[in-house]
């Protein structure tokens, strides 16, 4: 498999920008393909697009011949537009996307996923945790529409793996929060994470999220060696880091969070809940970056 253009949607985003430099970096070409204003300087080129438009979707992939695209270009959260444009945006986006890059012949497509898949932050209810750690067979029960997309978005992407005349590579990758460098530093390194404070923490760093986050740094290697790899049908991966955003052992935090939690696995004192081993076997990827290192 050999990739000289990626193109990335959402490319003005936080995100989609981090992974264009980390793709530029890695000396790729790069195409930011994106509905906002005109960004010339994080991509050697920029199309706008209407990814809710199949058409505009598939010309943006056709005009810019990329070997892989990387979609980023979502709704982040529930709660800025009405869930029937949460829900929309998130699968027909990926829809697109997994429509045109199978019929224009490209490699590979990752699309981004959410720890919500699994039924976690945006939820009333607490997230279901049946065991520990997580992997990503673990069942998914989201009842907020953001989950049920990213939900509807996987069983989307497994469809298209399935299709026995697709040489195309789908990954979808399960991201928590992902702070740049001066938000892991605020929110982890320099606050409380003892058990105090944990016990009423924020639901996107704390219990709700089962304790996870990435860094940046290790989010976009993360969708640039899942569009390197290459595997049949499409696989969905835990994008989280190595360890949880508690100062307090892993297993101290699973007698107090989850104490009802079947245990397949053995915890060494600040490990994430989350399996990670289908990263590292199909990928290559292991998370090299934590905020105990500020």
Known sequence: MSLSTIAVTGGNGKIGRAILEDLATHGYETVNISRGKQREEVSDTYITTDLLDPGQTYGALAMSEPDAVIHMGTIPNPYSHQEYRTYKSNTMSAMHLLEASEALGLESCCLASSINAMGAEHQVRPPQVDYLPIDEAHPRTPDDVYGIAKHAMEITADGFGRRPDSNMTISTLRYPWVPDEQEVIENFAEADRSMAAIKD??????????????????????????????????????????????????????????????????????????????????????????????
């Open 201 to 294: 923490d924020n639901p996107w760093s704390g219990r709700d999220v089962m304790f996870s986050y990435i860094h940046m740094a290790d989010a976009t290697a993360l969708a640039r060696k899942a569009v390197e790899a290459k595997y049949d049908g499409h696989e969905s991966f835990w994008a989280v880091a190595g360890d949880t955003t508690a100062a307090v052992p892993t297993t101290d935090v699973i007698t107090e969070f989850f104490p009802e939690a079947e245990l397949r696995g053995e915890f060494a004192e600040y490990d994430t809940l989350f399996d990670l081993s289908k990263a590292e076997r199909l990928l290559g990827w292991t998370p090299e970056h934590s905020w105990r290192d500020y």
